[in-house]
Every structure is written in C-alpha cells, then in structure tokens.
C-alpha cells in the first residue's frame, strides 16, 4: 500500500513538472510584417507551425488548399485543414478592404514554441501578375528581421510547379516575445 501511494505522489510530481515545462516553453511572438513591393498588394496572411509545412506544400506543389489561397486570396479552408495552429491577419486596404498595401504593415501575435520556426505565406494580388504568393520562415528565437520570397506556382501557365521568382516582397520582424 505504501508503494503504491509513493508511486501516486510520483506521478503527480512528474505531471507537475512536465506540465510546467511544457507551459514555460510556449511563447506568444508578435510579428509586423511590412509589404515591400512597390505596387501590388498582399492578400490576408496566415501564420502557423512550420510543422504544418504537410498541409501547404506537396511534392514541388502546393496543396489545393494553399492552392485556394494562392489564386483567391481566401486562406480559410487551409486554416480549416490546419485547424487551432493557423492565425490570419489582414490589411485594411483596396478593396475587399482586407489587403496590405505596398509600404504598410500589419502585426500579428501567436503563440509558438521558442524553438520553433513560424511559416508566414499570403497571396500576391493578381492586378500585375496572376498566381504568385509570398512566404518565409521566421526563428523567432534569433528575433532577426526575414524577407517574404516570392513563386510563382504555374498554375496559370497549366506547369504546376512552384518556381522561385524573387525576394525582398516582404519583411517580418519580430517585434516582441511575452514568455508564459
């Protein structure tokens, strides 16, 4: 019987511990991220766990749900396959009102493990050129700036294949941690 209770308050002890470990890991980051291009608008932008890269990109491609948000600009049905990890911001410009104009920026703040990297991808919209999106991961743990890279995922031109098109579309800071 003694054992039994020394193995019960064991148990409780490494919850506790565990548990509090895991909780003194989380972090909420807060990210600006600032449109550099000189005339096109960004769409909504979604953040989440670079962990949920499986859910975007697919063998060279992307995913018909990263698809949906690189051609609309609608990022719901991948926050839908993402689930409580996907985190959206908006702009408030052009219509629908909900792009980021050249030279604004939004922030965003989420939570995510120090040692983790954040992916950032939004959709470029088509006024000037028709299926791009913007993406790049940010180490939150370094709190360097990063530049959003821009693809072209060919989808217009009937390759599907995503190709790189060039950098510098966007830049995301990291502007604050609060630890837990």
Same mark, same amino acid.
């Given at each position: 019987?003694?054992?039994?209770? &020394?193995?019960?308050?064991?148990?409780?002890?490494?919850?506790? !511990?565990?548990? $509090?470990?895991?909780?003194?890991?989380?972090? /909420?980051?807060?990210?600006?991220?600032?449109?550099?291009?000189?005339?096109?608008?960004?769409?909504?932008?979604? #953040?989440?766990?670079? +962990?949920?890269?499986?859910?975007?990109?697919?063998?060279?491609?992307?995913?018909?749900?990263?698809? /949906?948000?690189? @051609?609309?600009?609608?990022?719901?049905? @991948?926050?839908?396959?993402?689930?409580?990890?996907?985190? #959206?911001?908006?702009? $408030?410009?052009?219509?629908?009102?909900?792009?980021?104009?050249?030279?604004? $920026?939004?922030?965003? =703040? !989420? /939570?995510?493990?120090?040692?983790?990297?954040?992916?950032?991808?939004?959709?470029?919209?088509?006024?000037?050129?028709?299926?791009?999106?913007? &993406?790049?991961?940010?180490?939150?743990? &370094?709190?360097?700036?990063? =530049?959003? /890279? +821009?693809?072209?995922?060919?989808?217009?031109?009937?390759?599907?294949?995503?190709?790189?098109?060039?950098?510098?579309?966007?830049?995301?800071?990291?502007? +604050?941690?609060?630890?837990?």
């Amino acid at each position: 019987m003694r054992l039994k209770k &020394t193995l019960g308050q064991l148990s409780l002890i490494l919850a506790f !511990v565990f548990g $509090s470990m895991a909780t003194a890991m989380a972090h /909420e980051y807060t990210l600006r991220i600032t449109n550099l291009m000189d005339e096109e608008l960004l769409a909504p932008i979604l #953040v989440t766990s670079v +962990r949920m890269d499986k859910h975007i990109f697919n063998d060279g491609y992307v995913t018909p749900e990263a698809q /949906e948000q690189i @051609l609309t600009g609608d990022p719901g049905m @991948l926050v839908k396959r993402i689930g409580r990890k996907a985190h #959206v911001v908006h702009g $408030s410009d052009g219509p629908p009102g909900v792009l980021l104009a050249p030279g604004k $920026s939004v922030e965003i =703040t !989420v /939570e995510g493990r120090r040692h983790g990297g954040m992916r950032v991808i939004a959709m470029v919209a088509p006024t000037m050129k028709p299926d791009h999106f913007v &993406t790049a991961v940010v180490n939150a743990q &370094t709190m360097l700036p990063v =530049t959003m /890279e +821009r693809y072209d995922i060919g989808y217009d031109e009937g390759r599907k294949i995503t190709q790189y098109v060039g950098g510098n579309a966007a830049r995301i800071e990291v502007i +604050r941690i609060t630890e837990d």
